[in-house]
């Protein structure tokens, strides 16, 4: 028998990240879990289910919008994204290492713990 929790990953009508999601389907599964005595954090997990399918629709919709007002298309969109998801990788790396050269002696695993990286999002450590 599967979980919910298993049902919610491989269930689109169940993912609440999934345009084809059924609040009133994920309502019955959430109500057969119970019943049959699952966890109660697996069922936990299904109950914010629509919460987060009203806001992955929102944002969704915000996303739209946005690309449709900058004359893009979606994969031009998709894109611009990925390279900055990759020049901030490549940048947090870039000083991650010149950080680790730095050091004198052996590198001790907690120096990662320290490390900085600056993106467009502000600084992380």
Same mark, same amino acid.
């Given at each position: 028998?599967?979980? +919910?929790? %298993? !049902?919610? %990953?491989?269930?689109?009508?169940?993912?609440?990240? *999934? !345009?084809?999601?059924?609040? &009133?389907?994920?309502?019955?599964?959430?109500?057969?879990?119970?019943? !049959? @005595?699952?966890?109660? $954090? $697996?069922? *936990?997990? @299904?109950?914010? @289910?629509?919460?987060?399918?009203?806001?992955?629709? &929102?944002?969704?919709?915000?996303?739209?919008? +946005?690309?449709?007002? %900058? !004359?893009?298309?979606?994969?031009?969109?998709?894109?611009? +994204?990925?390279?900055?998801? =990759?020049?901030?990788?490549?940048?947090?790396?870039?000083? @991650?290492?010149?950080?680790? =050269?730095? %050091?004198?002696?052996?590198?001790?695993? =907690? *120096?990662?713990?320290? +490390? &900085?990286?600056?993106?467009?999002?502000?600084?992380?450590?």
């Amino acid at each position: 028998m599967k979980t +919910l929790r %298993q !049902d919610l %990953q491989t269930d689109k009508r169940l993912n609440p990240f *999934s !345009d084809a999601f059924d609040a &009133e389907e994920l309502q019955r599964a959430i109500q057969k879990a119970s019943h !049959d @005595g699952q966890s109660p $954090d $697996d069922i *936990s997990v @299904g109950m914010v @289910g629509t919460y987060l399918h009203q806001l992955y629709d &929102e944002l969704r919709q915000r996303a739209r919008a +946005l690309i449709t007002r %900058q !004359d893009l298309t979606v994969a031009e969109w998709e894109a611009a +994204l990925l390279t900055r998801c =990759n020049l901030a990788y490549l940048r947090g790396r870039q000083q @991650g290492l010149a950080k680790l =050269n730095q %050091q004198n002696g052996p590198i001790a695993s =907690n *120096s990662f713990q320290t +490390l &900085e990286m600056s993106t467009a999002a502000g600084r992380f450590r």
